[in-house]
């Protein structure tokens, strides 16, 4: 299959691109397109063979439900049985925006769209191009992140063709996505509303409207630690695996004290560089001094931004992992990120895409020491 990228103005979308896009949509065909997280891969909610193309086309198992993505409230009560008043007060509060309400599945949703379970995932993007094509429908748009299954997910139009080139017919190009991390699942039909994964919408912002609600599980770090479900059954949570956002090299992610990460680091750096490793680096802004012995010595450091700035991280984050990716790097070490705001988004990524290699450094041992 041919896939064709068409750029699309992300504050104006041109009608005619819109209506091209919507037609496929509406013949049950994929569309990949931006929202303000991370780009989807979309096809009509309300049609199976729409989603058994969507699970092929990234190579997911279908055990992983869908989200679900509406243009406006109305089209709620179409793909949800019932809307509890803290999911009403939740969508008011954020809707257009980047979180995900988990409901009791409206019965026009086929079951592979949310793998089985009688809860689906909804949520109402902002991002001008989805709102606009998701209208031009005429239907809810089941889509999940345009990445292969496991892979870091696409920020860019590129890293979506990157990814899923000769798998979908069209691609709209509307430029990097604001947020750069998915968003916020909330489920809102447990006894008490939990976040299954945190993402664009922060605890904090979400507290403000709902303080009961409960801040994600941590995710399991070893392979060791007890499956939380049988084998084929559906995820609960996008929470439960252990390595869900892996670039394709090997990520060592620091704990600690921010002296003792820098100290480690660059002890580990110049290490694997006298072994005649390329080594990639993902730090902040205030530990670029102490990576200059290692940027001297042939290490790529990104320091995309600030350690006060954790939103301009979270919208750097995925295009800087694919970025060291694709230069070819042996691996990546990785500083972590306080889980302040957009934050826990990060931190839950990163921990994610290091898969347990977490090296925990002291202050008060040699830095280098625990490192292997
Ligand atoms: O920002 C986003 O959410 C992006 C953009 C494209 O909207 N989408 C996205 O979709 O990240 P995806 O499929 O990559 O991740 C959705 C996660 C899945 O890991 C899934 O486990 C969880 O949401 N999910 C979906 N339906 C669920 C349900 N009924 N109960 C619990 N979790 C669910
Ligand atoms: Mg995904």
Sequence with gaps: MQTEVIAVDPQQPQADIIERAASLLRAGELVVFPTETVYGLGGDALREEAARRIFAAKGRPLTDPLIVHIAQMEELETVAASVPERAQRLAAAFWPGPLTLILPRGKQVPTLVTAGL??????????????????????????????????????????ALADLGGRVPLILDGGPTPVGVESTVVDVAAPVPRILRPGGTSLEALREVLPEIEPPLPPRTTAFDKPEREEGEAQRSPGQMLVHYSPTVPLLLFEGEDEAQRAAIVAETLRRLERGERVGILAASEDVEALRPCAERGALVQAPASLEEPARIAAALFATLRALEEAGVNVILCRSFRPVGLGLAVQDRLRRAAGGRIIQVDPSADAAEGVR
């Design 118 to 159: 009688e809860t689906v995932a909804v949520r109402m993007p902002s991002h001008p191009v989805a709102r606009a094509l998701i209208r031009a429908a005429g239907r809810p748009i089941a889509a999940p992140s345009a990445n292969r299954f496991k892979h870091v997910s696409p920020t860019t139009a590129q890293h």
